[in-house]
């Protein structure tokens, strides 16, 4: 399993550090400029209760700053998605994947979070496949904590970036973000 240690609310000299003794690391999109190697970002995080295009440059931006993954967080995990009922979520969620990933183009990997906190496994299967008919690369699969019971279900689909700080959180996950940064992950 690949960990990036995630830096949420970082000091830049905690991310130069992690940088310098080689970890991978995801960082908040106005902290690449300190952070070296492999890397990741958010766009949108945490509520993604941003503009679609304001998530889309941020992404764009990210990825020409080094980023090669990329977390976005859907209007969906707000409640706040434009145009949408409890059931009618697909159609806007897939118009703002596929704005997402006409931004950020391959090679850089492209995950959508779906928090699994906020959706049962069934909605979360149902958006995870219309993440991946819109072109997202990978699920994460919360917001500040990875609910692992999910896990298998929704690596059928994608595969799985696990977020929180203890080692079960990240089972049966492609990619762990390992939010407990002073852990020897």
Sequence with gaps: MKIYRTFL??????????????????????????????????????TGNHHQLVKASEARLAAQQGARLIIAVPSIISGAMPGTTSTGIHEPLMAEIVLLREAVPHPTTLA???????????????????????????????????????????????????????????????IWLNTDINSAE
């Design 112 to 174: 959508i979070m779906i928090d699994t906190q906020k959706f049962d496994d069934a909605q979360a299967l149902a958006l995870a496949t219309v993440a991946k008919t819109s072109g997202a690369d990978a699920i994460c699969t919360g917001v500040t904590e990875s609910r692992p019971h999910s896990h298998p279900v929704l690596a059928s689909v994608l595969p799985v970036i696990a977020i929180g700080q203890s080692p079960e959180c990240a089972q049966d996950a492609t």
């Design 9 to 46: 609310t970082p000091q830049p000299e905690e991310i130069i550090a992690a940088c310098a003794a080689g970890h991978s690391v995801c960082v908040p999109p106005n902290m690449l400029d300190f952070a070296t190697g492999d890397v990741a970002s958010f766009a949108g995080y945490p």
